[in-house]
């Protein structure tokens, strides 16, 4: 299984930006870490090994970005606004950075998103705001509601970065042709966010598949099981 590490300069971010790439070719993965979590994050919880075939059958090239949640939503030491305008920074990098490097490596004119617990929260926001570059949103456990973040604080920026506030009205027709997958767990404190923004895709009259396992919980051994499952649907 082919691995790179990456490096660069970000002029989004001003700083330097770390990412980990799986494969060689295939449909272009773009996989966020947890809350906090690091580039490596999904290598060292076996999320990778879980999807080892099809990434070195070519079938998927994963793409391991660096969170910056704690310079963001996590960074309580800055005034709320301040951690919404670092996330925005962090979208702006994605865009112009992460997005068109996936889609030139794989030759490929849309990227599909996914991501565990607060990764989920940055596939679904990326998805639901860029759905003209996305194919495909597979998310895990993820969380769709900001708010608690930003202890009471809430302005235009964090309207259009909460997926439950934007979506119920957001109209781009490209919505309606993404392929969705919500993942979530019988005893998962993310349970209720996954019921709650199938509702509103229901509502929407947007496709999608809400996959609650039975008998589990909020934890990476579920989530190994549900990343191939859901691979899967590329395909078959």
Known sequence: ???????????NLSRDFEMLTFGHSGYPIIL??????????????QLINSVQHFIEDGLVKI??????????WYNHTVPPA????NHQSYE????????????????KNKVVVAGCSFGGYHAANFAFKHPELVSHLFSMSGVFDIR???????????????P????????????WNLKIVLGSAERDVCRYDNENLSSILYHKGMSHWLDIRHDTDHDWVVWREQF???LGKLYY
């Open 148 to 162: 608690n973040q930003l202890d009471g604080f809430y302005n235009d920026d964090v309207y259009f970065n909460n």
């Open 82 to 85: 301040l951690r919404v305008k």
């Open 92 to 107: 702006r990098m994605l865009l112009d950075e992460v997005v068109p490097k996936a889609l030139s490596e794989t030759d």
């Open 164 to 175: 439950v506030d934007y979506l119920p009205h957001a109209n781009n027709t490209e919505l």
């Open 32 to 45: 966020f870490p947890t809350s906090q979590g690091r580039y490596y994050e999904n290598k060292d919880f």
């Open 228 to 230: 191939p499952c859901y």
């Open 1 to 11: 299984m082919k691995e790179e590490y990456l490096r660069w300069f970000s002029p």
């Open 63 to 72: 793409f391991c970005p660096d969170s910056i949640d704690s310079l963001s």
